[in-house]
């Protein structure tokens, strides 16, 4: 079965303090699903229509244990530590 990758492009980071707690909270999230954090913090470089914000890379044992994590208790608590304090685009991609 392929890897997943979690990928969290921060357009926009309204309240640090807000994303400091989802940061804790969704830590436990990830490593309860068997997630690994392979790259986070500011892009170095951003090309075409990228944006020099926040990026975090997550790696999976496969899409459902991404999807899972996603939307799972332990997660939903960090999401609503984060609430307004971001605007973000998420997306799991399989691996190849």
């Not at 640090?16 to 309860?32: C, G, T």
């Not at 999807?67 to 685009?89: F, I, N």
């Amino acid at each position: 079965m392929a890897k997943a990758y979690f990928i969290a492009c921060y357009r926009q980071i309204k309240d640090p303090e807000k994303l400091a707690a989802y940061v804790k909270l969704s830590a436990v999230a990830i490593e309860q699903a068997g997630g690994r954090i392979l790259a986070r913090g500011v892009a170095a470089k951003a090309y075409e229509s990228g944006q020099l914000e926040r990026t975090v890379v997550v790696e999976f044992e496969s899409v459902e244990r991404a999807v899972a994590m996603y939307g799972g208790p332990v997660y939903e608590k960090a999401l609503a530590a984060l609430g307004d304090g971001a605007v973000r685009d998420i997306r799991i991609v399989p691996g190849v």
